[in-house]
């Protein structure tokens, strides 16, 4: 086959793999057909050829280089979630309620961190389903790398009491296992200090611009699921404080130290940023003109964008 | 695992289409779902990454209506091809009672046919079953291609490479057009189909 005729079969043969999604075999292709067209002089359009193939070998590495840094679990559409669970509704049909449980736990495993959560929430209340919906929680936030917070829900857990005696040690040592093979050095059993955990920040406080409001969705009670916006009183480095009027009761009791905020949108006079927050503490105010209102404190854990 | 209810005479049962990235798993979907429009029984959901990647799998539900007195209902599902979504296509392919392998006829594509297949083998046995007792049917799909005057391997080679010890039924295809498909459909089912009845003995 002379040069000419090579080149163009080379040619539409990486066309065809690009097309296919064949990214790699279609990059291989291109390189190929530029050492081609470099050992050779004497080819007609020999500087249009090799700018072509520059141009393409640079638009696929780059195709490829995208799709590397895709995210291996997004969130998908409620129907697909929806199927997720449905594929695992026939796990162990003898015991009552698993197919709520093991459709959580498909969620889960598809990466469906936040949905799973919400729907193990729910199967905490159930004494057959609690240890086991327990445990998938602790592991839905490990996975996410919320050790801390995992720890500290764990915490929050054993000091209210909600395993009975046989499941603590199940659970215990369940989470434990879970924790060591995360690494890092988590101390679960703290429990007499009874604090609550807060997640580490991953900024340093002068990194952080001014905020003058954010707006999130509050994580439970009676508005759990609305989105709200408030105007920062006070800040003082990833620590921002706005202020709940009392007569917003509802609002109020949506929100509590230990939650975590995974979407707050942060306002500032010069931009606006997303990222996630640890509620660090809620107190009523006792004193001066807003005395009764409440002062609600985030810290910020990460600036996402 | 089928669901088989013998009383109100219904049958569901677990397709799924394997194969590596890009081997036109889920261009054989999209096919069914146009071409038989009277056995769809409901919505195709397709979850994919930029480039049409699937990501987690596709799925569409079949109604074949009454087969020898039974209702039977088919779920067909796609695995995610590319290597990295191991534990996804596990997760898949839980709960399956019939197989169809579609490999890429392109002949860069050689090796990664032999690797899914392989990978195919490991997965099913972490379920306890085996890739020589489950109902499989081959598809060589992409044929079109050899027409267009691209490296295309020969079904003789890739007989010999993929089915040499299957032994399994095997076809041609060109997803794309469609040419094979309800072949190799027809063909995955009515195994799928024999193999349950056999277990279950649910024919009339
Ligand atoms: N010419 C031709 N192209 C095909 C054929 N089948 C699939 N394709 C093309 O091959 C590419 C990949 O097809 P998909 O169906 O997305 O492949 P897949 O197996 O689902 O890929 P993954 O989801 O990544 O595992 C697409 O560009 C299709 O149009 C065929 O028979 N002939
Ligand atoms: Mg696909």
Same mark, same amino acid.
Not at chain 2, 81 to 100: C, E, F, M, N, W
């Given at each position: 086959?002379?040069?000419?005729?090579?080149?163009?079969?080379?040619?539409?043969?990486?066309?065809?793999?690009?097309?296919?999604?064949?990214?790699?075999?279609?990059?291989?292709?291109?390189?190929?057909?530029?050492?081609?067209?470099?050992?050779?002089?004497?080819?007609?359009?020999?500087?249009?050829?090799?700018?072509?193939?520059?141009?393409?070998?640079?638009?696929?590495?780059?195709?490829?280089?995208?799709?590397?840094?895709?995210?291996?679990?997004?969130?998908?559409?409620?129907?697909?979630?929806?199927?997720?669970?449905?594929?695992?509704?026939?796990?162990?049909?003898?015991?009552?309620?698993?197919?709520?449980?093991?459709?959580?736990?498909?969620?889960?495993?598809?990466?469906?961190?936040?949905?799973?959560?919400?729907?193990?929430?729910?199967?905490?209340?159930?004494?057959?389903?609690?240890?086991?919906?327990?445990?998938?929680?602790?592991?839905?936030?490990?996975?996410?790398?919320?050790?801390?917070?995992?720890?500290?829900?764990?915490?929050?857990?054993?000091?209210?009491?909600?395993?009975?005696?046989?499941?603590?040690?199940?659970?215990?040592?369940?989470?434990?296992? *879970? $924790? =060591? &093979?995360?690494?890092?050095?988590?101390?679960?059993? +703290?429990?007499?200090?009874?604090?609550? /955990?807060?997640?580490? @920040?991953?900024?340093?406080?002068?990194?952080?611009?001014?905020?003058?409001?954010?707006?999130?969705?509050?994580?439970?009670?009676?508005?759990?699921?609305?989105?709200?916006?408030?105007?920062?009183?006070?800040?003082?480095?990833?620590?921002?404080?706005?202020?709940?009027?009392?007569?917003?009761?509802? *609002? $109020? =009791? &949506?929100?509590?130290?230990?939650?975590?905020?995974? +979407?707050?949108?942060?306002?500032?006079? /010069?931009?606006?940023? @997303?990222?996630?927050?640890?509620?660090?503490?809620?107190?009523?105010?006792?004193?001066?003109?807003?005395?009764?209102?409440?002062?609600?404190?985030?810290?910020?854990?990460?600036?996402?964008? | 695992?089928?669901?088989?209810?013998?009383?109100?005479?219904?049958?569901?049962?677990?397709?799924?289409?394997?194969?590596?990235?890009?081997?036109?798993?889920?261009?054989?979907?999209?096919?069914?779902?146009?071409?038989?429009?009277?056995?769809?029984?409901?919505?195709?959901?397709?979850?994919?990454?930029?480039?049409?990647?699937?990501?987690?799998?596709?799925?569409?539900?079949?109604?074949?209506?009454?087969?020898?007195?039974?209702?039977?209902?088919?779920?067909?599902?796609?695995?995610?091809?590319?290597?990295?979504?191991?534990?996804?296509?596990?997760?898949?392919?839980?709960?399956?009672?019939?197989?169809?392998?579609?490999?890429?006829?392109?002949?860069?594509?050689?090796?990664?046919?032999?690797?899914?297949?392989?990978?195919?083998?490991?997965?099913?046995?972490?379920?306890?079953?085996?890739?020589?007792?489950?109902?499989?049917?081959?598809?060589?799909?992409?044929?079109?291609?050899?027409?267009?005057?691209?490296?295309?391997?020969?079904?003789?080679?890739?007989?010999?490479?993929?089915?040499?010890?299957?032994?399994?039924?095997?076809?041609?295809?060109?997803?794309?057009?469609?040419?094979?498909?309800?072949?190799?459909?027809?063909?995955?089912?009515?195994?799928?189909?024999?193999?349950?009845?056999?277990?279950?003995?649910?024919?009339?």
């Amino acid at each position: 086959m002379d040069l000419g005729n090579k080149i163009k079969k080379y040619y539409k043969e990486a066309e065809l793999y690009n097309s296919h999604g064949l990214l790699n075999e279609a990059l291989e292709k291109y390189k190929s057909i530029d050492g081609l067209v470099k050992s050779t002089r004497n080819i007609r359009n020999r500087e249009g050829i090799l700018k072509q193939i520059a141009l393409k070998i640079e638009l696929t590495s780059k195709k490829l280089q995208k799709l590397d840094g895709v995210k291996a679990t997004p969130e998908v559409a409620e129907d697909a979630q929806s199927l997720m669970k449905e594929m695992y509704t026939f796990d162990d049909p003898e015991a009552k309620g698993s197919s709520a449980l093991g459709g959580a736990i498909a969620l889960a495993k598809f990466g469906q961190y936040d949905k799973a959560i919400e729907e193990l929430n729910r199967l905490l209340e159930y004494d057959k389903l609690r240890l086991e919906a327990a445990k998938n929680i602790l592991w839905c936030w490990v996975q996410q790398n919320y050790t801390d917070y995992a720890v500290s829900l764990y915490q929050k857990w054993r000091k209210n009491k909600l395993f009975p005696p046989e499941e603590v040690d199940s659970i215990q040592a369940y989470f434990t296992e *879970l $924790i =060591d &093979s995360a690494g890092g050095d988590h101390e679960i059993d +703290e429990l007499e200090s009874q604090r609550t /955990v807060e997640p580490d @920040s991953e900024i340093d406080d002068d990194e952080i611009l001014d905020i003058s409001a954010v707006r999130f969705v509050l994580p439970r009670g009676p508005k759990e699921g609305e989105k709200i916006e408030l105007e920062i009183s006070f800040q003082s480095g990833k620590y921002i404080r706005m202020i709940i009027p009392r007569k917003e009761k509802d *609002l $109020i =009791d &949506s929100i509590n130290p230990g939650d975590l905020l995974k +979407e707050i949108v942060f306002y500032s006079p /010069v931009a606006i940023f @997303s990222g996630e927050g640890y509620v660090s503490s809620k107190n009523e105010i006792d004193a001066g003109p807003k005395k009764a209102d409440y002062s609600l404190e985030i810290k910020i854990i990460k600036i996402v964008s | 695992m089928a669901v088989i209810n013998l009383k109100n005479r219904q049958i569901e049962c677990k397709l799924v289409f394997y194969g590596p990235g890009r081997s036109g798993k889920t261009t054989n979907l999209e096919y069914i779902h146009k071409a038989f429009k009277k056995q769809v029984a409901g919505k195709m959901i397709s979850i994919d990454t930029e480039g049409d990647r699937t990501l987690f799998f596709d799925f569409l539900p079949l109604g074949l209506g009454k087969i020898k007195g039974c209702d039977v209902r088919v779920q067909l599902y796609t695995v995610p091809g590319q290597v990295k979504y191991k534990a996804t296509r596990q997760l898949v392919l839980k709960g399956v009672d019939g197989i169809v392998f579609v490999a890429d006829s392109l002949a860069v594509r050689r090796e990664k046919n032999m690797v899914s297949l392989k990978d195919l083998h490991e997965n099913l046995l972490k379920m306890g079953l085996s890739i020589r007792k489950i109902p499989l049917v081959l598809q060589y799909n992409k044929r079109d291609l050899e027409k267009q005057g691209l490296p295309v391997m020969s079904l003789k080679k890739m007989d010999h490479e993929l089915n040499r010890q299957l032994k399994v039924p095997s076809f041609t295809a060109s997803a794309l057009s469609g040419e094979g498909v309800g072949n190799t459909l027809n063909q995955a089912l009515k195994l799928t189909l024999q193999s349950l009845q056999n277990e279950f003995k649910w024919a009339q």
